[in-house]
């Protein structure tokens, strides 16, 4: 398989470019299932060692359902599937354009479309590495919900959704510092298990399964430094273009966030992403995120028949 590996932010995307599995017809969240049933091994070698680390999502290019689209994408990682990852698509519009796929930047920013499961996003590209995402419609589904959590105590939070689900905590539990990355993802995880727990969940049942806290911006010019616990216990290198969205929406339905007011969203590696929104005509809110991302690698991925990992260390 011939992939191309970048980073948002220090947060790797590894896409798969030639020789991922043919999915065959249907809307994007057909074929992520047919993934999921008939694929998932070519998720897991491609994702897990000795090829990646839990750090990685991966991307499958897939062909659009609307022509309009420069490509579909099913993005994964080490615990499953993804619906939408910002910080992912930042790195597949960047790696589209470092293919050539992507034209015209001598007059000026470019829009391209990507087709993902759950709703086609725009992307602007001013230049070669800069990608502003205008993401699926956000929401603030449960405000203030309280959970009693053992070695923390009462947390608040809301649950809101930006593309995946998150619980955005009101405070971190310790300083949003890489020395504390242990601390911050056992307490993350505590707080994961608690809601799943008590059945707090996002719309129809579905798992809360990002966790994100925030702390004073520590960088000139950010708003808020944040940590998200990725599903599969990994931490977001990168602010979070979901969570970024999610706390937007969180933000403006409080009516602390005006529309276009932009928000700078620093992560715990003080890596950027800005981001402002705007209100659709169903009355919506609709995010964009803005990321740079760098190419780092252009690799073919080897599975040798007699090779006891070629699906990874599981
Ligand atoms: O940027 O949306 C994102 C994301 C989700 C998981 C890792 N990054």
Redesign the pocket.
Known sequence: MKVIDSH?GG?PTRVIIEGGPDLGEGNLTERLKRMSEKYDHIRKSVILEPRGSDVW?GALLCPPVDKSCTTGVI?F?NSGY?G???????GVAVTLAHMGLVKGFESGPVKIKIETPVGIVEVTMPDLNTASVQNVASYLYKEKVEIEVEELGFITGDVAW???WFFLADKAPVAITLANEAKLNHYAKAIKATLSAKGITGRDGAEID?IEFFSEAEQTGADSKNY?L??GNAY?R????????AKIASLATKGLLKPGQIWVQDSIINSRFEGFYEINQAGEIIPT?TGSAYVHAESTLLRHTEDPFRNGIL
Not at 84 to 90: S, V
Not at 238 to 245: H, K, V
């Open positions: 948002t947060e999502v993005f990682n993804l939408m990852c910002g910080h992912g698509t930042i930006g593309g995946n990002h998200v990725c599903p977001d990168s602010p979070c273009g979901t969570g970024t969205s995120i």
